[in-house]
């Protein structure tokens, strides 16, 4: 077999990290990245790999359990510790997909907005629609997701790259950004943001779900850890792009972004018109990825928490599904309030889930009876554990911002 041949099968094989970095990788991800990098230049670029590697330990948990056991991950959590703690899960991940969604909706409006010049408010109406179409009529949601999501992923990679190209970064500092420094540590709302937007917990839960989907067994073990790799490392590399292109074209000319869109304004001013529809291009895929497979993560999730089935093809999920499709959708359209009070809204409500899902995963995978022989072994507990702490300073970080910031209210 040649070189080509085997890259094709290799790419073929993948699937289910590649939807896992499609949902992580929203506009939020991505004015984040943007903002961090042209405010504070090369010198976060530690976290993102910090990040990366938390969020490749606890994907890679849950596709282990995918591949050894038939049962869903949430089922046997309920069956082992208790429907309440499934049930709570499901319902916190639910509530967090939900209130996303309105950052997905803005995100595809000021992409579409750049690209065609169509107000912002009419695009959640086209795209919402067409994602609801997608999951009804959709013979095989999963083989549909896995080929949209690879393609939308390509094309992210594609668009920010030649951005980044355009900007010329400095080899040298690019390499200094990447080693922690005390004076960065410092500021734990940089490294909070950070970590937020790659170290997804309900994400990294669905590998599990998207590993089973695909049919994996204990005979593609191998297979299953290899696209848990592959998908993270396409998440993480996106990151870096994003910041490093920022860094590179904006940090040195003092201007700092505050949103995706502000990004792909200070390129045009640099580069010309192009690079602001091949960012918004980037921007679009982002966000329509994410609006898509975080709703069917949440809904899914919460069906399969409340024990009301956990596959695309049953009914449940897909009316959770279209709920959080719909809720984020009539936001963006409609809402008229604070939009800053609502993003904090939203992320107040997945604090909760992202410390039981950790627990969750971090019990099943030690649980002999479930996994067997593949149960975590020290080395997988204790880097589990370092990537708990991790998030676990972030929850505790961002909890003091939200009760501050309402305290003003």
Known sequence: MTWYKKIGTAIRSLGPGFIIASVVLG????????????????????????????????????????????????????????????????????????????????GVGLAMEGITGIPERIWPLIFTPMAI????????????????????????????????????????????GFIPSFSSMGNLDIIAALVGTTFVLHGALYQSYLAQDKGWKKGDMKKGLNDSCTGIFMLALISVLILITSAAALHPNGIVVNSAADMALQLESLFGKFAKVVFNIGLCSAAFSSLMVNAVMGGGLLSDGLGLGRSMNE???????????????????????????????????????????????????????VMGKFKNKLWQNVLAVFGFVLISMMVYFMYGKIIAYLNTL
């Not at 910090?50 to 049962?71: E, K, P, Q």
């Not at 897909?318 to 936001?331: S, V």
């Not at 992320?347 to 992202?354: G, N, R």
Request: charged share 10%; aromatic share 12%; glycine share 6%.
């Open 27 to 106: 506009p939020g991800s991505i004015t984040v990245s943007s903002r961090i990098g042209s405010e504070y230049g090369y010198s976060y670029l530690w976290v993102i790999a910090f990040a990366a590697i938390s969020m490749l330990i606890y994907t890679s948990m849950s596709a282990r359990f995918g591949v050894t056991n038939n049962s869903s991950i949430l089922q046997s959590i309920a069956d082992n510790y208790g429907r309440w703690f499934s049930a709570v899960i499901g319902i916190s991940a639910f509530l967090a997909a939900s209130s996303f969604q309105f950052g997905n909706n803005l």
């Open 133 to 176: 179409v997608l999951l009804f009529w959709a013979k095989n949601l999963y083989k549909l997701l896995e080929k949209l999501m690879m393609l939308l992923v390509m094309i992210m990679i594609l668009a920010f790259l030649i951005n980044l190209i355009l900007a010329k970064p400095d080899a040298g500092q690019i390499a200094s």
């Open 315 to 369: 009914r449940m999920p897909k009316i959770f599904t279209t709920i959080a499709l719909l809720l984020g959708m009539f936001i963006a359209v409609f809402f008229k309030g604070n939009i800053i009070y609502t993003l904090i809204l939203a992320q107040a409500s997945s604090i909760l889930a992202v410390p039981l899902i950790a627990i969750g995963l971090f019990l099943i995978l030690n649980n002999k009876k």
